[in-house]
């Protein structure tokens, strides 16, 4: 929970009210497994491929906007969840996010990647589709692999709802007014690329530059990251800087 704060007993509701929720949905989840009826909750996957798929079938449901809390949001520049946000961005649907404060360590492109980002209690992981539906992490399979559940039943949808509410509330600008984010958008995608392992005359191909920029794009890139060579700026990307 970490050392007493002026937000500590707000932390403290957040976490009681998250935990409660992730009760209701795990006795849920195991109705549901055990064949009982769960009118208005339903799985959306079971393991990371099913769990992606499912959430590609849900991102067209989204019309106003979908509402994110997501406590360590790492880096990953394969990440498929990119190409969901896109679809729905240029579909007119706002995106709302809250990360966690680690996810500043874990991710050091996240401010420049989205800087409608916000950092808040992320005392959960939790989805909202317009408002009327909700998607939750359940109980782990029996292999360990995570699932995923949706749920428009009130039971679920209101605490959801009044959880996502307060974080979103208490949530502040992953920049801060007044400050530019760290990294341009070409820098973002030279620093994508790179953690991908490409080569410079590759990177440049693909951004329609000469090498000589990417080169120079790449030692700023490296020297923000507190880097001390290319490929230790790689790591740092794909890692995250230190422990989160």
């Not at 935990?19 to 769960?38: I, K, M, P, Q, W």
């Not at 109980?139 to 949808?157: F, M, Y």
């Not at 709802?161 to 030279?190: N, Y």
């Not at 000589?212 to 060579?229: F, N, P, Q």
Request: aromatic content about 4%; proline content about 7%.
């Amino acid at each position: 929970m970490g050392t007493a704060g002026p937000d500590q007993g707000l932390r403290v509701d957040l976490v009681r009210r998250a935990a409660s929720l992730t009760a209701t949905v795990n006795d849920l989840a195991l109705d549901h497994l055990e064949g009982r009826r769960t009118p208005g909750f339903d799985l959306v996957g079971s393991g990371t491929a099913a769990i992606d798929a499912g959430f590609d079938r849900l991102e067209p449901l989204s019309t106003r906007v979908m509402c994110s809390v997501i406590p360590l949001l790492t880096f990953n520049p394969w990440d498929p969840a990119e190409e969901l946000n896109q679809r729905s961005i240029d579909r007119g649907v706002e995106l709302r996010t809250v990360v966690g404060e680690r996810s500043l360590a874990a991710n050091p492109l996240l401010s420049s990647l989205d800087q409608t980002v916000r950092i808040g209690h992320a005392v959960t992981t939790l989805y909202l589709v317009d408002r009327v539906r909700a998607v939750l992490p359940g109980p782990l399979n029996h292999d360990g692999s995570a699932t995923a559940w949706t749920a428009t039943n009130p039971e679920v949808l209101t605490p959801t709802l009044e959880l996502w509410d307060l974080i979103w509330e208490s949530s502040r600008p992953i920049v801060p007014e007044g400050e530019a984010a760290p990294f341009t958008p070409r820098q973002v995608r030279t620093a994508v690329l790179l953690a991908r392992g490409a080569k410079d005359t590759s990177i440049a191909r693909e951004l329609g530059v000469s090498v000589r920029t990417v080169v120079s794009e790449v030692a700023t890139i490296a020297a923000r990251l507190g880097a001390t060579s290319r490929l230790d700026a790689a790591a740092i990307l794909r890692n995250g800087r230190g422990r989160p």
